[in-house]
């Protein structure tokens, strides 16, 4: 399986770190080795003094695809979950400032969380769902899938273009605002709506 990521699709965040906001979604992939193991705690790796938490919201492919259009993107995705693209963001800085690809900073071990997933039914309409991140019981980060700038069925559709989508594979839909530096000891708890979907330890 792939884990496909989009960069700067909520405007605030676009903001908050002085990026440009681009004419198409962004994309980088983290290899499947980046994915926290379920109830370990995430390490900081010591080629970083400044990683961040990103919470997104997440979508499972269900079906194999490329060239899907938005029109029938629906029907290749039934479960929508949460994660974090845990980011390096002094190692990202470095290499963005060079002009160098983002691996680095954004699919090292333990870099992708992947929280539960909730069936897609669960949902009115997956382009208006709540979801939040506390830190040690603050809320940190909290949107709506209603302010990403490209759609779910959207990214599916430019994501296929490139990349054939494969049963299993997940997209992380990129991050709203409120990303900060976590430190040992913290605690992260995801929300979809009120439901619980992860908890980490940061170590
Ligand atoms: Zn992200």
Not at 1 to 19: F, Q, T
Not at 125 to 131: C, G, L, P, T, Y
């Amino acid at each position: 399986m792939k884990i496909i990521c989009v960069g700067r699709n909520y405007a605030a965040h676009i903001e908050e770190l002085d990026n440009e906001k681009p004419e198409d979604p962004v994309l980088f992939l983290k290899p499947d080795t980046s994915i926290l193991l379920k109830k370990q705690p995430f390490f900081i790796p010591d080629f970083s003094e400044d990683v961040h938490h990103e919470v997104e919201i997440l979508v499972k492919i269900k079906k194999i695809g490329k060239h899907i259009d938005r029109k029938f993107a629906h029907k290749y995705y039934d479960e929508i979950g949460l994660g974090i693209d845990f980011t390096a963001r002094d190692l990202q800085s470095q290499l963005k400032r060079k002009g160098l690809p983002w691996e680095k900073a954004k699919s090292f071990d333990g870099a992708a969380v992947i929280g539960n997933f909730v069936p897609k039914t669960t949902f009115k309409d997956v382009n208006a769902i709540n979801f939040s991140l506390k830190k040690n019981e603050e809320t940190v980060q909290q949107s709506n899938t209603a302010l990403m700038l490209w759609k779910i069925d959207e990214l599916i559709e430019y994501i296929s273009k490139y990349f054939t989508l494969k049963i299993g594979d997940i997209i992380f839909t990129g991050t709203p605002a409120g990303v900060a530096k976590v430190n040992p000891n913290d605690n992260l708890t995801g929300y979809i709506e009120e439901k619980e979907v992860f908890s980490i330890k940061v170590k």
